[in-house]
């Protein structure tokens, strides 16, 4: 497979119910390698069962993902890190009494290219800088704002060396000036190699980086297609507003 | 027809498990404080009752009249008065958890500490309705009757408040969720005291109950509290007659495998089976999945 | 950085000095301080083991009896067949052994779960093994027949403690280290972040065991026989718990320092007030949560950096 033309990560029929409630219903899309790829549709529609399917933090009733080739499905969280999956977390997830410099050793340490904490340390700075964390390495992560801790995911998660990135709603939360910033940075990473998976409610970011999405609705895939084709699709517009609105 | 017997008694003590779990499964499933205290208040009633028919020979059950209220209050000024600052300073259900741990077991030793110096550590045990009857064919002492009539008068009290009041309704609330149930206007903090305050006051009338016809001592509260434990994270936090049924469950198991593999092996099948539950349904049994 | 160097280097200075000055101290002592003394290392070894797996992951363990009734029952069987640091080294594999397959059907409750089945769990062995003695080897305790000196079993005590010590310290250095403080702040984001959280905490659960195992079969030379309930006794569960929550965790000799109070008032009362030592046990352990959340290495290192080192700024600048 080429670099920056194939399919890196393919899902065919993934399915995953809690009880009687389908949260994936056999699924599939294709992940174009090098691109950033929109994952949009409304609350509970399974957009983070789909993330959590492929981190292996969930296992899935049935189907397949392909990672580089690799079936995925049936591997623990921690081979799909080091297999290059990384991500971050819908609700922030931060180590809460390590520094913020630890949090993102640790990716470094235990990701897919292990190195020695001394290394791993230094390795941290520098991506601390990238995201714009120069300085507060040595604060308590827990002590940090909301939007620090969201950047420390990132750092932690770059660290792991992915080629696959999944960002869970990174953006949300965010203010106009630290959106833009955000959307620079998510452009940037892509650019430097990084495959992203982006789940996101702020359309703003989806057509500003997205070269595909695919939207999700109750556990079904509805529509997949360049932002601008999707977005004005009537039934993508129905599971956004409603019937009422959508007719209006 | 042995069998049948031992089966039988197995019932009953299962309902006697069943009977001391229910005040601990208000206690952590409402108030999600695990009182590893427990038990003291179960020797605390038994004691109350041992007191009031050897000391004062009136008819062991009036002793709830003072055994509960006395629980009662104890439990709900450990809950404002320990429990409240640690909820409050905790990060996180775990953190809370470990502390909780760690001050309820102070608690522990402490009282059973207290009970060793008044009480001393000698067995004690006294004779109330030991009469036989006959049960479905099987032959019981009374009192034994009693305690399961007990149970399921206890168990049914609780399942009406639960189901039908609107007391009731606000411990369910919280027990599934007691940040929502504080967004809909439910003194969360009040109704949690009065929830763990009952359990204390059922620990004692369990311990009465169960006098009349298993000898106790100063040392005995910590098996009970780990039996009510066990039954507990069997039938699945805030369950009521779930927490009777795997009270059965446990007793029968414990009756027959002590009848069937060796009596001195009971403890181990107990925790035997208890793993094995942990293991195979970490949330319970009588939980949804 | 280099402050850290320094401070590495005196900590090292200080156990060293420490270690030659205790290897001395049965030329000149009696019986008695010596049995004290025994007492306080295979605490402080028993604490920094509990405190190397527990503390640093939360996962709270109460089944340091077991492991340490493994310990002894391992002892009183083998010393008859073969010499004794065999038997002691058989301890502490049996103990290693037993936990690696406890750990693996056990490790993935969390919380009041792992608390209660590890309690359980001492529970179990004590009476399946007492049924056993009972039932198939008809009888209730075995006696130990050994010419150890007191002396051999104060030293390698001391080595134990000290090893364990050093050996938790070099593991906070090391990625392992990092590994179990990740799991215990969040298990989730470890495993996200590419720790095998499984082997992790299996491979630690099992070397905390077989220390824990190891000190059970030391003591065991001491006694002149044994018996499920001498072996498998809980308090040592929660006297191990409270001396490493007493010291606190992060430093590696944090819970020694929680051990040697606790060590000296239960030898204190376990003789003058045997009821009472329980009630000022529950007590410690209220005052332990309510006040000193952080444990004594909090409140040492807080008197170190607003009062110790200003000092010698000082003392140095003068």
């Not at chain 1, 120069?134 to 620090?148: E, F, M, N, P």
């Not at chain 2, 809950?79 to 502390?99: F, S």
């Not at chain 2, 927490?243 to 009756?255: H, I, K, P, Q, S």
């Not at chain 3, 490790?107 to 608390?115: K, P, S």
């Amino acid at each position: 497979m080429q670099a920056g033309n194939g399919t890196i990560l393919s899902i065919r029929d993934l399915r995953k119910a809690f009880g009687g409630l389908v949260a994936v219903r056999d699924i599939s899309f294709d992940i174009p390698e090098g691109r950033i790829f929109g994952l949009i549709g409304p609350n509970g529609s399974g957009k983070t069962t789909v993330l959590n399917l492929i981190t292996a933090e969930l296992s899935a009733d049935s189907g397949s993902i392909l990672f580089e080739g690799r079936e995925m499905v049936g591997r623990q969280s921690f081979e799909v890190c080091r297999a290059r999956i990384a991500r971050t977390f819908q609700l922030v997830r931060v180590l809460p009494y390590m520094t913020t410099r630890e949090n993102v050793m640790l990716g470094r340490m235990f990701g897919s290219a292990p190195t020695s904490p001394a290394q791993a340390a230094q390795d941290a700075d520098a991506l601390l800088e990238r995201v714009g964390m120069a300085g507060r390495a040595d604060l308590v992560a827990s002590q940090l704002t909301y939007i620090d801790q969201k950047r420390i995911e990132l750092a932690r998660a770059l660290a792991t060396h992915p080629k696959l990135l999944l960002l869970d709603e990174w953006l949300a939360g965010l203010n106009p000036s630290e959106l833009r910033i955000g959307i620079d940075l998510i452009r940037q990473i892509c650019q430097d190699g990084v495959t992203i998976v982006m789940i996101e409610h702020v359309m703003e970011a989806i057509r500003a980086l997205c070269d595909r999405v695919a939207v999700m609705n109750a556990g079904d895939k509805i529509a997949e297609g360049t932002p601008a084709s999707v977005l004005s699709d009537p039934e993508v517009m129905h599971a956004y507003l409603g019937a009422d609105d959508a007719a209006a | 027809m042995v069998l049948f017997e031992v089966f039988i008694n197995g019932i009953i003590l299962g309902g006697m498990y069943g009977l001391i779990a229910l005040g601990l499964n208000l206690q952590y499933g409402v108030a999600r404080i695990l009182n590893l205290s427990y038990g003291e208040f179960f020797v605390g009633g038994a004691f109350t009752a041992f007191f009031t028919i050897m000391l004062w020979q009136y008819n062991p059950l009036l002793s709830l009249f003072i055994s509960m209220p006395i629980a009662f209050a104890m439990n709900w000024l450990i809950y404002q008065y320990l429990m409240t600052p640690l909820i409050r300073r905790a990060p996180d259900q775990d953190a809370l958890d470990a502390d909780v741990v760690l001050v309820t077991f102070g608690l522990f030793f402490v009282f059973q500490g207290l009970a060793l110096v008044y009480w001393s550590g000698d067995l004690r045990g006294y004779t109330f309705l030991s009469t036989p009857v006959n049960f479905l064919g099987a032959t019981l002492a009374m009192n034994r009757l009693l305690a399961l009539l007990g149970a399921c008068l206890i168990a049914a009290v609780l399942f009406v408040i639960l189901r039908r009041t609107r007391f009731g309704a606000a411990l369910r609330a919280i027990t599934i969720d007691p940040v929502a149930a504080g967004l809909v206007g439910i003194d969360v903090r009040r109704y949690s005291a009065l929830a763990f305050a009952a359990g204390g006051a059922l620990a004692a009338a369990s311990g009465m109950l169960v006098s009349t016809f298993i000898s106790f001592s100063a040392t005995t509260g910590v098996a009970y509290t780990l039996k009510a434990l066990i039954v507990v994270i069997m039938a699945g936090v805030g369950r009521v007659t779930g927490t009777l049924a795997a009270g059965v469950l446990l007793g029968v198991v414990e009756a027959l495998g002590g009848y069937l593999i060796d009596p001195a092996l009971t403890i181990a099948i107990n925790f035997g089976l208890f793993m094995l539950i942990l293991l195979l349904r970490p949330t319970g049994l009588f939980t949804r999945a | 950085m280099l402050d850290a160097l320094r401070n590495a280097r005196a900590a090292a200075a200080l156990i060293v000095i420490a270690a030659i000055a205790l290897a001395f101290v049965p030329l000149f002592s009696s019986g008695y301080v010596m049995s004290v003394f025994i007492l306080l290392f295979a605490n402080v070894a028993l604490a920094t083991a509990w405190s190397f797996f527990s503390g640093a992951t939360r996962y709270i363990s109460l089944a340091t009896a077991a492991f340490f009734g493994i310990g002894i029952y391992v002892l009183a069987i083998a010393h008859v067949y073969v010499p004794v640091p065999v038997a002691l080294i058989a301890a502490a594999i049996i103990g290693f052994l037993v936990a690696l397959v406890v750990g693996l059907s056990t490790l993935r409750l969390r919380g009041v779960y792992f608390v209660v089945f590890t309690f359980g769990l001492t529970e179990l062995i004590h009476q399946v093994l007492n049924w056993w003695e009972v039932k198939i080897n008809h009888t209730v305790s075995r006696f130990i027949f050994t010419d150890v000196s007191n002396i051999a079993i104060y030293e390698t005590l001391l080595v134990a403690a000290l090893i364990t010590i050093v050996g938790s310290w070099y593991v906070n250095q090391i990625r392992l280290g990092y590994a179990l403080r990740a799991i215990g702040e969040d298990e989730t984001v470890a495993r996200h972040a590419g720790i095998n959280t499984t082997r992790v905490k299996v491979v630690c659960f099992a070397l905390s065991a077989s220390v824990m195992a190891f000190v059970g079969a030391v003591l065991a030379l001491r006694y002149p026989y044994v018996d499920a309930s001498i072996a498998f006794n809980s308090t040592w569960s929660f006297q191990v718990l409270i001396a490493a929550l007493l010291g606190g965790g992060g430093r590696a000799w944090g819970p020694a320092i929680g051990a040697i109070p606790l060590v000296l008032l239960s030898e204190y009362l376990a003789g003058t007030f045997p009821h009472h030592f329980s009630i000022a046990l529950g007590l410690c352990f209220v005052v332990i949560v309510y006040f000193l959340p952080g444990g004594l290495t909090r409140l040492v290192l807080r008197l170190y950096h607003s009062w110790l080192v200003p000092q010698l700024k000082k003392a140095e600048v003068l």
